[in-house]
Every structure is written in structure tokens, then in C-alpha cells.
């Protein structure tokens, strides 16, 4: 397989290399001064920037907004709106508007079972920011086991993409963390971005049975990447097997990627492994909570493409940039069994996503992260790297609800949605086209039912996590 590395930074996370690969990644809105790879440097990344050199892409996100200071404590949803007219939500917002309380006082809080988190790098301070995480929202000792595969390298602030991968970390860890509460964490950092080292890291974590469920927020452009896949399918093959549920954010630039030269895709790509058939794709969605987490109304896709305050946030001009749920069809793998049910959506390809949770960047959550140094603390974070490791406490809190690790879980997915069992909600509206300069990639509409922008729906925890552990 053809090596490819994985570069920091980048709101919907991919410049790709000769390979052709793109990648996904987390991000984050802080400060008045966007974070480069020397930290604060008082400039805010350009497009130009955040697309990386040859043979490298990135992790999902890991861009950061302007507009306000860093706080000790969480940046307000007041704040938020005063300095960048976005809203900013607490993670026991988004678990009560995941309906997970209801769990958490039945017991079912993940204990007895184990998230694994694949990031190249990781985070230098990631264990001391998830205490003072747990400290601020009371969750306890944090249950985190940093695991490293290979010779990983001194943290280097210089270093674009160590920087990106930090804080595609923070957010990975956090909010599996948040969402089960009681599972155990273990950060499997990998020693470089390299794809040969990453799906090494990744089969370590199967072949040692490092946990129940994984979750892996990277990726790149299916159409761009000629390398033979076979590393990847045989992992997932063999998680499979041992009953190991991997999950996979489907990505931060809607129906576009990037190209071998670090360009936006013109034409509609999906990104991979989401589109793996052995994996569950989490999409993003846009929520509209008010300050105790409850719903004001459905969600929506996430897409802030044509948002301009998002745009001068995230990415320090007007836009349009790609910013937006991934989803479409891919071109590797044929339908699956289990979306044959849905295949006038797909056709005889393999549709992406399965399933949704939040990412917008219009309503971003706080993550607490100091890798950058003496000013760090809360920030807003978005972007499908937000979705899959939430998606994947889920899947923890429904192995201990089971008893057992439940593996494949895609087959009871599907065949819930088409019980209209309510652990699956609808999302009201939204699309996944996007935009930049003057093309416009046409991406898909929501529409009820399976769609090719949030998958099935999102998530009611309450519901969900008793109808998976009987299913799967």
C-alpha cells in the first residue's frame, strides 16, 4: 500500500498527495488569533496554508476561529453569540439532547467497557486537559490509557501536523469520553501520519483487543486514492470477526475532497474508509438546543458553506469554503446487504452515511485542550470528529447495556430505521452541496427516510442504546 500522511489543520481536513488520499478532521473555534503551527500566531490560516505538501492529508478539522479569548471556563452560548453569532453548547448539553441522562441513571454509563481512540501523534497534555475536563463537568477520574505504536516523536509546536493532530486528539478523547462516561479510554497514538503506519496502529489495536469499539476520525477522498485498500479490509474484516465495532466520521467538505494537489474536488467524492461497508459512516448534523439541552425543534444537516459568519470564524475570509456533512456513493464498494432496503437512494453502490450526530459549526461544543501552551483552556470545536467518537460512546453504552460487545452493528441499523423504531430520529432538512470560488459541487438533499447527507437520522440515546444491545 501506498504510504500517505496524514497533515494537521484544515476545517474539513485533506490535502492529498501523490497518492490522491484526503483526510477528515476536527475543529476548533477560539481565540482572536487563530492557532498556527507555533501556536498563537496572530494571523489566521489561509486556504493556501491549510492544504498540505505532497504525500500528506490531514486529520478531520482541526481549524480554529477568531473572535474571542480562551476561557478557564467554558465559552458561553451568550458568548459565542456576541463574538462570532455562532452557539456554543456544553457536553451535558449535547447528552441531554441525545436523551443519555435516562441512562446514565439506569447505570448504563459505558462501565465495564472500553472506547479505543487512532490519532497519529496524539496530544502532549491530553491526559492532564481530560482531568481538568472531568473536573469542570464532574465526571470523575478520567479512565485513560495513552497506548503507542512505534517511535512516537517529541511533540513539536512547529510541526503543522502534530498541531492539527492535537487537536483533532482533544476533541476525539473528550467526547467519547462525555458520551460514556464510565467506559474506559484508550489513545492509541500512532508514530506518524503515514497510511502504513496508521492501519498498523489500527490492527494493533484489533489483533491485541484493545477495546469494544473504535473510533477513527480520518480519511481521504475515495475517488483520489489509487492505493490497494487490502491493509484496511483485512483489519476490518478481522474486527469484525472479533466483534469489535469501528467507526468512521464521513468527513468535513461535503460531496468535495481534496485532490492530489491540495485542491477542492469539482465533482462529488465520498470519503474513506467511511465508505467501507464493515464500518459505520457518522455524519454531522446542525442541533437547536436551548441551555438545558433541550430540542427547540429537528435537527437539520450540518452545512455552513454559505454561512458567512461560520466562514469568518473558521477560516478567516467570507468564503465559500467546504464546510459541510460528507455523504454520497461510493465507487469501491458495492451495496452492502443491509442497505438493500435503501438502494433506490444508493443504487448498487455503497451509500454514505449510516447514521448522524452533531458536527456543525454553528453550534460548536467546548473542548478543553493546553497543548498549545500557557493560554490554553475552553474552546468550541466542530466537525464530523465531534459525530463518530460520540457515535461511538453510543455503541459503548449499548455493549454494556448487551453485556457483550456487539461488532457489526450496521445490520440492525438498518433494520430498526425500517421499523421506525424511535431510537432513530428524523432530520428535518439540509444538503451536503458545497462551494468555493465560483464552483459549485451539487451534493443531496435530506428526505425522509435514508438520504446520501445524514444517513438513517440521528439519535435517541434513550431508545437507541436498548434496541442495538437487543439487535446486535
Known amino acids: 500500500m501506498l504510504a500517505v500522511a496524514l497533515t494537521s489543520a484544515g476545517a474539513a481536513g485533506v ?42 492529508v490531514r486529520p ?41 441522562p435516562a441512562l446514565y441513571n439506569k447505570g448504563i454509563t459505558g462501565k465495564g467497557k472500553t472506547i479505543v481512540i487512532v490519532d497519529a501523534y ?25 497506548v503507542k505504536y512505534g517511535n512516537v516523536p517529541p511533540y513539536d509546536d512547529s510541526n503543522a501536523d502534530m498541531v492539527g493532530w492535537a487537536s483533532e486528539t482533544s476533541l476525539d478523547v473528550e467526547y467519547a ?68 465495532t469501528v467507526v468512521v466520521s464521513s468527513g468535513d467538505t461535503g460531496v468535495s475532497g481534496y485532490n492530489n494537489n491540495g485542491n477542492y474536488i469539482s465533482h462529488p467524492v ?13 455524519g454531522g448534523t446542525e442541533l437547536n438546543l436551548n441551555s438545558t439541552g433541550g430540542r427547540g425543534g429537528e435537527d437539520t444537516a450540518w452545512n455552513d458553506t454559505y454561512k458567512r459568519n461560520v466562514q469568518d470564524g473558521f477560516f478567516g475570509n467570507d468564503g465559500p469554503n467546504p464546510f459541510a456533512t460528507g455523504g454520497g456513493k461510493s465507487v469501491l464498494y458495492k451495496r452492502p446487504s443491509y442497505q438493500n432496503g435503501v438502494k433506490s437512494v444508493t443504487g448498487s453502490g455503497r451509500g454514505v452515511p449510516d447514521i448522524s450526530m452533531s458536527a456543525s459549526g454553528s453550534t460548536s461544543v467546548n473542548v478543553y485542550e493546553t497543548w498549545f501552551g500557557v493560554d490554553g483552556g475552553w474552546t468550541p470545536t466542530a466537525g464530523t470528529s465531534e459525530s463518530a467518537p460520540m457515535f461511538a460512546a453510543i455503541v459503548a453504552l449499548a455493549d454494556q447495556e448487551a453485556g457483550r460487545s456487539l461488532g457489526e452493528i450496521n445490520p440492525a441499523l438498518y ?40 444517513g438513517l437520522g440521528t439519535v435517541n440515546g434513550k431508545y437507541l442504546v436498548p434496541e442495538l444491545a437487543k439487535l446486535g
Not at 478532521?25 to 503551527?37: I, K, Q, S
Open 15 to 56: 490535502a492529498a498527495a501523490a497518492a490522491g488520499t484526503t483526510a477528515t478532521g476536527a475543529v476548533a473555534a477560539h481565540n482572536g488569533t487563530a492557532r498556527t503551527a507555533t501556536a498563537h500566531s496572530g494571523t489566521a490560516r489561509t486556504t493556501a496554508d491549510r492544504v498540505a505538501d505532497s504525500f500528506r
Open 60 to 100: 478531520q478539522g482541526a481549524l480554529e476561529a477568531q473572535g474571542f479569548p480562551i476561557g478557564q471556563v467554558p465559552i458561553s452560548d451568550a458568548q459565542c453569540e456576541a463574538e462570532l453569532s455562532i452557539d456554543c453548547y456544553l457536553p451535558t448539553q449535547v447528552e441531554a439532547a441525545y436523551n443519555l
Open 122 to 146: 496524539g496530544s502532549p497534555t491530553i491526559s492532564d486537559d481530560l482531568s481538568q475536563f472531568d473536573i469542570y463537568l464532574g465526571l470523575g477520574k478520567p479512565p485513560l490509557q495513552v
Open 177 to 244: 469520553h462525555a458520551g460514556a462516561p464510565g467506559a474506559k479510554i484508550v489513545l492509541v497514538e500512532a508514530a506518524n501520519d503515514n497510511d502504513s503506519t496508521l492501519v498498523g496502529a489500527v490492527n494493533y489495536a484489533v489483533s491485541h483487543h484493545l477495546g469494544n469499539v473504535i473510533s477513527m476520525s480520518w480519511g481521504w477522498a475515495e475517488k483520489d486514492d489509487p492505493a490497494d485498500n487490502s491493509g484496511y479490509n483485512s483489519v476490518f474484516t478481522a474486527a469484525a470477526k472479533a466483534h469489535i
Open 270 to 282: 465520498v470519503s474513506w474508509p467511511a465508505s467501507n461497508p464493515l464500518v459505520t459512516a457518522v
Open 415 to 454: 433494520k430498526l430505521a425500517a421499523e421506525h423504531a424511535p431510537g432513530i430520529m428524523a432530520v428535518a432538512s439540509g444538503n451536503n452541496t458545497v462551494a468555493f470560488g465560483n464552483t459549485t459541487v451539487h451534493g443531496y438533499t435530506v428526505k425522509k427516510g435514508y438520504n446520501l447527507v445524514t
